[in-house]
Protein backbone atom coordinates (compact mmCIF):
# COMPACT_ATOMS: atom_id res chain seq x y z
CA UNK A 1 0.00 0.00 0.00
CA UNK A 2 1.50 3.37 -0.91
CA UNK A 3 0.50 6.58 0.73
CA UNK A 4 2.41 9.07 2.98
CA UNK A 5 5.12 7.91 5.30
CA UNK A 6 2.22 7.17 7.80
CA UNK A 7 0.50 4.80 5.48
CA UNK A 8 -1.97 6.62 4.94
CA UNK A 9 -3.62 7.75 1.12
CA UNK A 10 -4.41 10.58 -0.54
CA UNK A 11 -8.24 12.25 -1.16
CA UNK A 12 -7.30 12.17 -4.22
CA UNK A 13 -5.26 8.73 -4.94
CA UNK A 14 -8.45 7.38 -3.29
CA UNK A 15 -10.83 9.44 -5.81
CA UNK A 16 -8.43 8.09 -8.55
CA UNK A 17 -9.01 4.21 -7.50
CA UNK A 18 -12.41 4.73 -7.16
CA UNK A 19 -13.26 6.33 -10.56
CA UNK A 20 -10.40 3.07 -11.82
CA UNK A 21 -12.49 0.36 -9.91
CA UNK A 22 -16.11 1.62 -11.44
CA UNK A 23 -14.79 1.99 -14.94
CA UNK A 24 -13.22 -1.74 -14.93
CA UNK A 25 -16.94 -2.46 -13.52
CA UNK A 26 -19.20 -1.09 -16.08
CA UNK A 27 -18.28 -2.60 -19.08
CA UNK A 28 -21.36 -1.67 -21.81
CA UNK A 29 -24.76 -1.67 -22.15
CA UNK A 30 -27.23 -4.33 -21.18
CA UNK A 31 -29.56 -5.90 -24.14
CA UNK A 32 -32.35 -4.73 -21.73
CA UNK A 33 -31.34 -1.36 -22.29
CA UNK A 34 -30.49 -1.49 -25.78
CA UNK A 35 -33.96 -3.23 -26.26
CA UNK A 36 -35.42 0.08 -25.04
CA UNK A 37 -33.70 2.07 -26.98
CA UNK A 38 -34.76 0.43 -30.13
CA UNK A 39 -38.38 0.59 -28.87
CA UNK A 40 -38.40 4.14 -28.64
CA UNK A 41 -36.74 5.02 -31.99
CA UNK A 42 -39.78 2.37 -33.65
CA UNK A 43 -42.48 4.52 -31.59
CA UNK A 44 -40.82 7.78 -32.68
CA UNK A 45 -40.74 6.30 -36.47
CA UNK A 46 -44.52 5.32 -36.53
CA UNK A 47 -45.52 8.89 -35.30
CA UNK A 48 -43.06 10.45 -37.70
CA UNK A 49 -43.80 8.78 -41.33
CA UNK A 50 -47.44 9.10 -41.59
CA UNK A 51 -47.39 12.93 -40.15
CA UNK A 52 -44.68 13.47 -42.76
CA UNK A 53 -46.30 11.54 -45.97
CA UNK A 54 -49.49 13.47 -45.21
CA UNK A 55 -47.65 17.10 -45.22
CA UNK A 56 -45.99 15.54 -48.56
CA UNK A 57 -49.68 15.27 -49.84
CA UNK A 58 -51.37 18.51 -48.73
CA UNK A 59 -47.98 20.14 -50.24
CA UNK A 60 -48.10 18.39 -53.48
CA UNK A 61 -52.30 19.37 -53.82
CA UNK A 62 -51.29 22.86 -53.04
CA UNK A 63 -48.56 22.88 -56.16
CA UNK A 64 -51.02 21.78 -58.22
CA UNK A 65 -53.73 24.12 -57.42
CA UNK A 66 -51.52 26.76 -57.77
CA UNK A 67 -49.92 25.69 -61.11
CA UNK A 68 -53.85 25.67 -62.38
CA UNK A 69 -54.32 29.10 -61.21
CA UNK A 70 -51.69 30.23 -62.93
CA UNK A 71 -52.51 28.54 -66.14
CA UNK A 72 -56.17 29.96 -66.12
CA UNK A 73 -54.39 33.63 -66.22
CA UNK A 74 -52.39 32.99 -69.00
CA UNK A 75 -55.73 30.87 -70.47
CA UNK A 76 -57.40 33.92 -70.38
CA UNK A 77 -55.12 36.38 -71.64
CA UNK A 78 -54.66 34.06 -74.57
CA UNK A 79 -58.53 33.92 -75.19
CA UNK A 80 -58.64 37.95 -75.09
CA UNK A 81 -55.23 38.36 -77.38
CA UNK A 82 -56.87 35.38 -80.06
CA UNK A 83 -60.65 35.66 -79.83
CA UNK A 84 -60.66 31.97 -79.32
CA UNK A 85 -58.62 29.22 -77.27
CA UNK A 86 -57.66 27.49 -80.58
CA UNK A 87 -54.23 26.17 -80.03
CA UNK A 88 -54.27 26.10 -76.53
CA UNK A 89 -52.00 23.51 -74.87
CA UNK A 90 -49.53 23.05 -71.50
CA UNK A 91 -46.60 24.29 -74.10
CA UNK A 92 -48.36 27.25 -75.38
CA UNK A 93 -49.01 28.47 -71.79
CA UNK A 94 -45.71 28.26 -71.01
CA UNK A 95 -44.50 30.07 -73.93
CA UNK A 96 -46.81 33.01 -72.89
CA UNK A 97 -46.26 33.19 -69.04
CA UNK A 98 -43.11 31.44 -67.64
CA UNK A 99 -43.41 29.89 -64.34
CA UNK A 100 -46.04 27.72 -65.00
CA UNK A 101 -45.44 24.49 -64.51
CA UNK A 102 -44.04 21.31 -66.65
CA UNK A 103 -47.09 18.95 -65.73
CA UNK A 104 -49.59 21.34 -66.60
CA UNK A 105 -51.41 20.31 -69.68
CA UNK A 106 -54.82 22.37 -71.35
CA UNK A 107 -57.03 21.77 -74.44
CA UNK A 108 -59.91 23.88 -76.52
CA UNK A 109 -63.57 22.44 -76.25
CA UNK A 110 -66.90 23.64 -77.73
CA UNK A 111 -65.37 24.68 -81.20
CA UNK A 112 -62.75 26.77 -78.98
CA UNK A 113 -65.16 28.74 -77.10
CA UNK A 114 -63.96 27.14 -73.79
CA UNK A 115 -60.92 25.40 -72.45
CA UNK A 116 -59.67 22.84 -69.67
CA UNK A 117 -56.61 22.65 -67.83
CA UNK A 118 -54.75 20.02 -65.79
CA UNK A 119 -51.89 19.48 -63.50
CA UNK A 120 -50.84 16.73 -61.45
CA UNK A 121 -47.25 17.27 -59.12
CA UNK A 122 -47.84 13.97 -57.32
CA UNK A 123 -46.47 11.61 -60.43
CA UNK A 124 -49.80 10.94 -61.99
CA UNK A 125 -51.62 10.06 -58.89
CA UNK A 126 -53.88 13.06 -58.03
CA UNK A 127 -55.03 15.33 -60.61
CA UNK A 128 -56.58 18.75 -60.36
CA UNK A 129 -58.64 20.70 -63.32
CA UNK A 130 -60.66 24.11 -63.95
CA UNK A 131 -62.57 24.69 -67.05
CA UNK A 132 -63.10 27.83 -68.28
CA UNK A 133 -64.58 29.87 -71.50
CA UNK A 134 -67.47 28.32 -72.44
CA UNK A 135 -67.55 24.71 -72.56
CA UNK A 136 -70.66 24.30 -73.92
CA UNK A 137 -72.85 20.49 -73.67
CA UNK A 138 -69.01 19.49 -73.47
CA UNK A 139 -68.85 19.78 -69.02
CA UNK A 140 -69.75 16.17 -67.98
CA UNK A 141 -72.30 15.40 -64.99
CA UNK A 142 -70.68 15.78 -61.67
CA UNK A 143 -67.84 18.38 -63.01
CA UNK A 144 -68.26 22.27 -62.75
CA UNK A 145 -67.26 25.23 -64.81
CA UNK A 146 -65.07 27.86 -62.93
CA UNK A 147 -63.82 25.64 -60.29
CA UNK A 148 -60.87 24.06 -59.49
CA UNK A 149 -61.31 20.34 -58.91
CA UNK A 150 -60.07 16.93 -58.24
CA UNK A 151 -60.03 15.44 -62.02
CA UNK A 152 -58.95 15.68 -65.62
CA UNK A 153 -59.99 17.10 -68.14
CA UNK A 154 -60.58 13.73 -70.14
CA UNK A 155 -62.94 12.69 -66.94
CA UNK A 156 -64.50 17.03 -66.67
CA UNK A 157 -65.05 17.84 -70.86
CA UNK A 158 -64.21 14.80 -72.57
CA UNK A 159 -61.23 15.73 -74.25
CA UNK A 160 -57.49 14.47 -73.42
CA UNK A 161 -55.32 17.58 -72.38
CA UNK A 162 -51.93 17.97 -74.42
Not at 23 to 35: C, N, Y
Not at 39 to 51: D, E, H, K, S, W
Not at 70 to 76: D, G, L, V
Request: charge should be neutral.
Amino acid sequence: MQGNALGVKSNARRADERAVRRLRDESGFTLIEIAAVVVILGCLIAIAVPAYLAFTGMSQTAGAKANVHSAITAAEQMGNENGSYAGISGATLRTTTPGIGTAVKAVAVHSNLGYCIQDTESGGSTFYDYVGGNPGATLQTGYGAATIQPGTCLQAVGVAAG
